[in-house]
């Protein structure tokens, strides 16, 4: 099986990652801030490094402002959610994935708030003086996926940042797809909050994700133990205790670690094989005339691209039973994108590369999509 849904998942994990959660499971898998005893502290000390490794690297001040949660859908929701204001207004684009898009509509029940998708030109690219022109006095956030899940275009979060600044307005990135590939540094761009997973580009495990606050402060969404002020039936009111509750995937979190650490390693060796594989999958699929590609950004890793006559899904199925490949076909959970590209009905299909992926796997990958044209297509 030839795995190219890495924006979903990345399917291979770097060594260094596996032995940290085997080690995390084996040796430490106390719960931390849940007791005095030695193990309890080996595993305080291991979550309280990855929150300042992850505080470094996105140049955040304060470490205990990095929120450990499920994954970046539960860090939308809780920065969403969480920041969120009575008849307020948030300025937010057609380029979103469901967990922005659905948790905004959950606040026009909730708090009749009301919110504009600006558009972005036809290469994915969103003009930040649209989103300053979207701009209202009830305006309170600003939220930008920085990098589609869709398409791969990548947004410039560093001036829409200083609008969001000049506005005095809340700016928040979901950076799901754009970490690992692209450098953020949430005081030179101007972030309040900036969300992100540990199992895409930062070739972590499954079910960790982390909000960084920046700022600003954020109210819980749920409530519970937090090994912190047990006598108290009231919340903990400092960070990060008051926002996580309950206990958290200590493993996963170590995993996450040993992942960032890797990537901070071999930042622009990973990137520089991922334009370069992409580069060629781009540069075939653009020379097919029955092949619409709607990607121009190699450095993602993301490529969408239809099959003209072929619905997303047919195509997704036959790379998959008759060539053992893996993509990812529908509307990847981004319906809006769709809209704006008239793709709703038979949706993309998603190609997604990582560092772990060869150019063996791409020449295989572009074979069987030409016999597939060939043969149902003629």
């Known amino acids: 099986m030839i795995y190219f849904d890495n924006s979903s998942t990345t399917y291979k994990k770097p060594k260094c990652v596996i032995k940290a959660v085997k080690k995390a499971l084996t040796k430490y898998s106390a719960n931390p801030g849940r007791g005095s005893h030695n193990l309890s ?30 994954g970046c859908t539960e860090s ?41 998708l600006v558009n972005p030109n036809k290469e994915g690219i969103i003009n930040p003086y649209d989103i300053e022109k979207a701009i209202t006095p009830k305006t ?15 947004q410039d979060i560093n001036k829409i940042g200083e609008i969001a600044k000049k506005h005095k307005v809340l700016f928040l990135v979901d950076g799901a797809q754009s970490i690992g590939h692209e450098q953020i540094d949430m005081q030179k761009d101007n972030i309040n909050l900036l969300c992100g997973t540990a199992h895409k580009g930062l070739y972590g495990p499954q079910g960790v994700g982390f909000l960084l606050i920046n700022n600003t402060s954020i109210s819980p969404i749920k409530f519970g133990g937090t090994g912190t002020n047990s006598a108290s039936i009231i919340q903990p009111t400092g960070n990060p205790e008051s926002l996580e509750s309950g ?36 540069n075939y699929l653009n020379s097919e005339s029955k092949i619409k590609v709607y990607t121009t950004n190699t450095k993602s890793g993301v490529i969408g691209f239809e099959v003209k006559d072929l619905d997303s899904s047919e195509v997704v199925n036959l790379l998959n039973n008759v060539y053992g490949i893996c993509v990812r076909g529908g509307l990847q959970c981004a319906p809006k994108v769709h809209e704006f590209l008239g793709t ?21 990958l572009i074979k069987s999509i030409k016999n597939l044209l060939k043969i149902y297509l003629n």
């Open 41 to 70: 502290l080996i595993a305080s000390d291991k979550v309280l490094d990855t929150r300042i490794n992850l505080a470094n690297y996105f140049n955040l001040p304060n470490f205990e402002n990095v929120i450990f949660t499920s």
């Open 76 to 116: 939308l929701n809780l920065a969403i959610m969480g920041s969120a204001k009575k008849n307020g207004h948030i300025v937010t684009t057609m380029l979103e994935h469901n967990s922005v898009l659905r948790t905004i509509t959950q606040l026009t029940k909730t708090h009749n708030i009301t919110y504009t």
């Open 140 to 154: 309170y956030l600003i939220i930008v996926n920085h990098t589609s899940n869709v398409i791969g275009s990548t």
């Open 247 to 282: 206990t958290g995937p200590t493993p996963n979190i170590i995993g996450l670690n040993a992942g960032l650490e890797f990537v901070c390693k071999k930042f622009n060796k990973i990137n520089l094989k991922i334009k370069k594989l992409s580069f060629k999958i781009l």
């Open 344 to 364: 709703t009905k038979q949706g993309l299909v998603r190609i997604s590369v990582s560092y772990f992926n060869t150019m063996h796997e791409v020449n295989y």
